[in-house]
DNA sequence: CGGCATCCGGCAAGATACTG
DNA sequence: CAGTATCTTGCCGGATGCCG
């Protein structure tokens, strides 16, 4: 799912869905802003793997997007700045669950069968 | 959702589900089979865009994740061959109906902002 | 802390041509 | 029809550095 820009296929639903997840982090992004996180350096902590910089970009694309919006905090010294789901975004959140689910229940094979991959395709 | 290769990260279950989806038609492919094409002519009939090299590609690291299996014909002129979804690949269904279902219903708004962002991002 | 600007490498995916 | 080999390219994402 992260991967690559969707081109702009057709009616299909599937497309559209991954037209606004596409992006290394973005399902992770989102999965942690609505557990609560929602500073970007506490985005950042949840997801050390991600740069800051790659972060923000997907950010901005999911606000662009209208899944996240963003709360600045003009007075506030360090600079303060939230992020929220939206409505729509919240209505992600079943995309999400499932990838998650399925990801936990299938855990241990995944491993194990891209172990077997690696060995054999060296 | 198609992306780019996933990091080995961590226990978190998106980015394992993701491991297995990632790839540009992954979830399409997939959706197809389990519609009942079978057939790589006709999986590139269904999906169009994309091009017989990466369907042929993107159905090979499925197999190897177990996700379908490829059974071949020999003895048929011209030569047929015939993926089907293994039980793994079947409980993946749910994840795609996620996706299928909110691109689905967030069709309009989706192909609308797209528009918005475009003409606001040139 | 938040977040641009810049440079760069890698790799998935597109295009084309060929074999069985 | 199914699948491979080769070459090219687009562009996402990683790394650094700087500014408010």
Redesign the interface.
């Known amino acids: ?4 820009k ?2 702009e ?1 057709l ?14 982090w973005k ?2 992004i989102i ?1 942690s802003i609505h557990k609560g996180v929602r500073r970007p350096v506490e985005i950042h902590a949840a997801i050390p ?1 991600a740069a800051p910089r790659v972060i923000n970009m997907q950010l901005r694309e999911l606000e ?3 899944i996240v919006t963003k709360k600045v905090f003009p007075d506030s010294v360090p600079l303060k700045v939230e992020y929220y789901l939206t409505p ?1 975004g919240e ?2 959140m ?14 241990e ?3 194990t ?2 172990a077997t ?1 690696e060995s054999a395709g060296k």
Chains 1, 2 share one sequence.
Request: glycine share 8%; charged share 25%; net charge negative.
């Open positions: 799912m992260y991967e690559r969707i081109p296929d009616d299909c639903g599937i497309n559209i869905t991954m037209k606004v997840l596409s992006g290394k399902p992770c999965d793997a662009e997007f209208g729509i209505s992600v079943p995309v999400i669950r499932a990838i998650e689910r399925w990801g936990d229940e299938n855990k094979y995944v491993i069968t891209s991959m």
